[in-house]
């Protein structure tokens, strides 16, 4: 035994051991969030049966079963179901009802002994709506402006090739409503901007009043235009809708202008749900939330996440490579300099939500409220940049990463060999020289490293940024057609913020939990997408001074 | 040491530079009146700290011939050289006394541009320290550091710095592949012309045959004699044989201070100092 721990075998064991976990866990994340997002874009089956209420009565249940767990049988006799035979536990399930229009709830467990003729119907039809969510029912006919255009068995394809057009036309209702009444909006603010500066600095004469009226009065004609427009295209949308039996036997309506997608799911081969699967997945990725956020996709805040990110290195980069090379090259041994090098170790360190209050209390308040004083007293009393905005966000997560990019570029410089600056300053040069051709260039990969540390804590960073610019729903993109094209005043969407938001925020809890484990599995695929982007290009970098290691 | 390429060396070298070694003999002690003095030192004293390197070290060094430093290790020959070209500015808490004359200019007056100095003194390190860029980079780093950009006045520079260290043969096809992608005395040589690109009057060189294996150095013994003609060399060496081999005249130096400073010749064969002898003749070092 002696032998044996002598012989260094149990600290193989040991460490070993610690790598397994760690693989585990790291696997366990991701292999969790991947199977619980992932499945909520297959098409599943719908199941119709029989339930026996607690009065005795049988009613008729269709829906999805979505869980199941073991439950004692005494609980459900104490709560007044009368449960068949004398097992000690039963299954129940989770059933997702959908028509919360129709019973007021969406979700609800059953007992699985009262269930009875569970059955398959392949016409059973599931409706995604953009209002109420799911819709389960047979599908009885199809109507145009209430009288009924087709039935029974010819029902479907009709009712396909209707809800592809009413899709078309929510598209162009869409975006008509989002570019040209934007871009109208847009024009009237901007009049409405200069009105008011005019009459700041006391140049609003009759002439500039006429000719903004006059400009105002084109928009308004034109708005007036686009809005008969989109009445007309409603009017159209307006036009059908399909009937169906839900469960309890009624006769339900639904317009299609509220729908989204129709399918029989008991009815789908494998690969249909296959291509109906990757469907749904890019429409995740490139769909706005709907339903507050839970429903539809997640594309503003891919969005959001990504561009804050930019935007942080843009602004953490060179502060941060420049503040390395000072304290590296410049500054000397000083008990100063070690006292900050000590601080800004120390920074890293600080909770997340302290740079958020103080993003908050500096940048916005402080630094936007003096910018709108400057530069928009038009606008004001609405604030411009004096309210939570993309750009505050990035600034806070830009000091928030500083040190780290700080600490790596540093020791990225020092790794670089003596023998190089002196042969560049034996040639002639002079530090600045020696250090813009080489000693910068060869500390790259570093800065890189740097670079991932910052983006891959930035990325994920949630708590801060719910104080500096992260909204629930942001009306638009922070980049658009509008010049200046980049809004940094703008709030955003972000991914961290966005799971929190769909999980404990929403008021459909049960429905959005799929999202939720999606929307943090594409966080983490965002992470990692940024991630191999640096990564790739530190590694090119490095390729470069490959070789140099004997120096 | 004593394979069979180093002995063959001095006798090549020999030939090749008849008449630096006519010039030798006919020299003598009093050098001075060959050759014009390049670098005078007058009391120079070095320290570092609170130590002591250098003690009131006063030679002239002559100019276009190949001056060798030897001695045993830590007696300040690198020190010395390294006050040529004021690379112990670098060195904190580094504090020279006395004078140092580039032709008559003293390189420590408050005037000089030490960028300015460091171009007309090149300097090769111990070990090959090509920058990582390619070959072409390598060599045209001075000149770019000067502000020539011209397209052809590079690459008509680098060839001609590339020729003069007798690595164009070997290297003219792959100007664009990485510096550090040569062997060990390529890249020696190419750090040599890397120095020699920028034409300077002296060229320092500082142990540098001590990262080769025997080969490389006889091809680096053999440039620095073709090199003389153009450039006065100061070489440190630990290497008592290559000191004969190469150089005109050789410095002995002991505990910081300059024991002896003579013609090669004179000092291999009959040193004036007791020290210098027990050096050379293996006594310690």
Same mark, same amino acid.
């Given at each position: ?551 | ?165 007798? *690595?164009?043969? &070997?290297? !003219? @096809? $792959? ?10 005395? #390529?890249?020696? +040589? ?32 053999? *440039?620095?004699? &073709?090199? !003389? @003609? $153009? ?10 044989? #290559?000191?004969? +081999? ?40």
């Amino acid at each position: 035994m002696k032998e044996w721990i002598k012989s260094g075998t149990p600290w193989i064991w040991v460490t070993a051991g610690g790598l397994a976990v760690a693989l585990v866990m790291v696997f366990g994340v991701l292999s969790l969030t991947a199977a619980r997002g992932l499945v909520y874009f297959w098409p599943s089956q719908v199941v119709e049966t029989t339930f026996v209420e607690k009065d005795g009565s049988k009613i008729r249940l269709i829906g999805e079963i979505k869980e199941q767990e073991e439950v004692a049988v005494r609980r459900l006799v104490n709560s007044g179901f009368k449960i068949p035979g004398d097992e000690k536990f039963t299954t129940r399930y989770l059933l997702k009802l959908g028509n919360r229009d129709v019973f007021g709830f969406d979700f609800k467990w059953y007992p699985a002994p009262l269930l009875t003729d569970l059955t398959y119907p392949k016409d059973i039809l599931t409706v995604e709506r953009r209002e109420w969510g799911n819709f389960y029912g047979h599908l009885k006919s199809v109507k145009e402006n209430g009288t009924v255009v087709a039935e029974g068995a010819a029902a479907m394809p009709e009712l396909e090739k209707r809800v592809a057009r009413a899709r078309k036309l929510f598209d162009e209702i869409l975006r008509t409503e989002k570019q040209d009444v934007g871009d109208i909006n847009y024009v009237l603010e901007q009049l409405r901007l200069k009105e008011r500066k005019f009459q700041l600095e006391g140049k609003l004469d009759d002439v500039a009043k006429q000719a903004i009226e006059k400009q105002r009065e084109m928009a308004t004609v034109s708005f007036a235009k686009i809005q008969a427009r989109v009445e007309k295209l409603r009017a159209e949308i307006g036009r059908d809708s399909l009937s169906a039996e839900v469960m309890d036997g009624k006769m339900v309506d639904v317009p299609l202008a509220k729908v989204s997608e129709v399918y029989r799911a008991n009815a789908m081969g494998v690969a249909d749900k296959i291509s109906f699967y990757f469907h749904k997945l890019y429409l995740f990725i490139t769909e706005d939330p709907r339903e507050a956020n839970t429903e539809g996709g997640i594309f503003p805040a891919i969005f959001g996440t990504v561009m804050m990110v930019i935007l942080m290195s843009i602004m953490v980069m060179p502060l941060g490579v420049m503040a390395a090379v000072y304290m590296r090259e410049y500054a000397g041994h000083g008990l100063l300099i070690r006292i900050i090098r000590i601080a800004v170790n120390n920074l890293a360190g600080v909770p997340s939500i302290v740079y958020g209050v103080f993003g908050l209390g500096f940048f916005v308040y402080f630094l936007g409220g003096n910018i709108d004083q400057l530069f928009f007293k038009e606008s004001l009393p609405a604030p411009t940049f004096g309210s939570p905005g993309i750009l505050w966000a990035s600034l806070t997560l830009a000091i928030l990463t500083l040190p780290v990019v700080i600490v790596a570029t540093e020791e990225g410089l020092s790794r670089v060999p003596r023998s190089l600056r002196e042969a560049s300053l034996a040639l002639g040069a002079t530090k600045a020289e020696t250090l813009w051709r080489t000693v910068l260039p060869m500390a790259r990969p570093a800065m890189m490293t740097g670079l991932i540390l910052a983006v891959a804590r930035a990325a994920g960073e949630t708590a801060p940024l719910m104080l500096v610019g992260v909204v629930k729903l942001a009306p638009s993109l922070p980049l658009d057609g509008h010049f200046p094209y980049l809004h940094l005043e703008r709030q955003f969407m972000h991914l961290g913020f966005h799971i929190y938001d769909v999980g404990f925020q929403s008021p459909n809890v049960e429905a959005a939990r799929p999202l939720v484990y999606a929307t943090a599995f594409l966080l983490v695929l965002v992470i990692v997408v940024l991630n191999i982007a640096a990564v790739s290009l530190r590694n090119r970098l490095r390729e470069n001074y490959r070789g140099l290691e004997g120096m | 040491m004593s394979t069979l390429n180093m002995s063959a060396t001095p006798p090549k070298t020999h030939t090749f530079d008849m008449s630096a070694a006519l010039d030798r003999m006919q020299v003598g002690g009093s050098k001075d009146a060959a050759a014009p003095v390049c670098i005078e030192t007058k009391n120079l004293n070095l320290y570092y700290g609170a130590t002591q390197a250098l003690i009131n070290v006063s030679v002239q060094i002559p100019k276009r011939r190949v001056t060798a430093f030897i001695g045993p290790s830590g007696c300040g020959k690198s020190t010395f050289l390294r006050c040529f070209n004021r690379m112990n500015d670098l060195v904190e808490n580094c504090r020279i006394e006395g004078k140092v004359l580039l032709e008559n200019d003293d390189i420590y007056d408050r005037a000089v541009k030490v960028a300015l100095l460091r171009r007309r003194v090149g300097m090769v390190f111990q070990k090959p320290n090509p920058f990582p860029k390619s070959i072409f980079e390598n060599v045209a780093y001075g000149l770019r550091i000067m502000g020539v950009n011209d397209k052809k006045t590079l690459s008509e520079t680098v060839e001609r710095a590339l020729r003069g260290a007798a *690595l164009w043969e &070997e290297v !003219k @096809d $792959r100007l664009n592949s990485n510096g550090l992608s040569l062997s060990g005395g #390529q890249q020696q +040589r190419l750090v040599i012309a890397r120095a020699i690109a920028l034409e300077p009057e002296v060229l320092l060189l500082d142990e540098p045959c001590s990262a080769l294996d025997p080969i490389a150095t006889a091809k680096v013994e053999e *440039l620095l004699c &073709e090199l !003389k @003609d $153009r450039f006065t060399i100061v070489i440190v060496t630990h290497n008592m044989q #290559q000191a004969a +081999r190469v150089s005109d005249f050789t410095a002995f130096m002991h505990l910081g201070e300059m024991v002896e400073f003579a013609d090669t010749n004179m000092l291999f064969t009959t040193p004036k100092m007791q020290r210098t002898s027990d050096y050379i003749t293996g006594r310690f070092g």
